[in-house]
């Protein structure tokens, strides 16, 4: 698969983009999580342009890493969710963000993590 780079610009100019897309579908986050680094710029982005519309939407950055043990496949560690677990509801519409998506262990690493608590 060809890597695409993008410019500052570029990125914050596609994340806008993505934030108009997002309301245009009819979903209204209470609450973006952004996962760090990455999703950090994109999630700002998101948010911001949310806002200008109306929609101001709680927000906070976590932070991801993976490891991998002996004959394991690489597991996803989640850190930073005590914000998240203090203030999260189940009426909440929750939008995690990050700037890559391949695996998805990620996304069901946060999201396992959250239901867990």
């Known amino acids: 698969?060809?890597?695409t780079v993008l410019t500052a610009e570029r990125l914050l100019q596609d994340s806008f983009?993505?934030?108009v897309?997002?309301?245009?579908?009819?979903?209204?986050?209470?609450?973006?999580?952004?996962v760090w680094r990455g999703g950090t710029p994109v999630g700002m982005a998101v948010q911001e342009i949310m806002?200008?519309?109306g929609v101001n939407p709680?927000?906070?950055?976590?932070?991801?890493?993976?490891?991998?043990?002996?004959?394991?496949?690489?597991?996803?560690a989640v850190h930073g969710l005590d914000y998240i677990i203090e203030k999260i509801c189940?009426?909440?519409?929750?939008?995690i963000v990050d700037d890559v998506f391949d695996t998805g262990n990620?996304?069901?690493a946060v999201i396992g993590e959250i239901r867990s608590r």
């Open 17 to 19: 983009r993505l934030g």
């Open 1 to 3: 698969m060809e890597k």
């Open 51 to 53: 806002a200008y519309c």
């Open 106 to 108: 990620t996304f069901k």
């Open 90 to 95: 189940r009426d909440d519409r929750v939008l």
């Open 21 to 34: 897309r997002i309301l245009e579908s009819g979903f209204e986050p209470t609450l973006i999580i952004a």
């Open 58 to 76: 709680d927000h906070i950055a976590i932070r991801t890493s993976s490891y991998t043990g002996v004959d394991e496949r690489s597991a996803v």
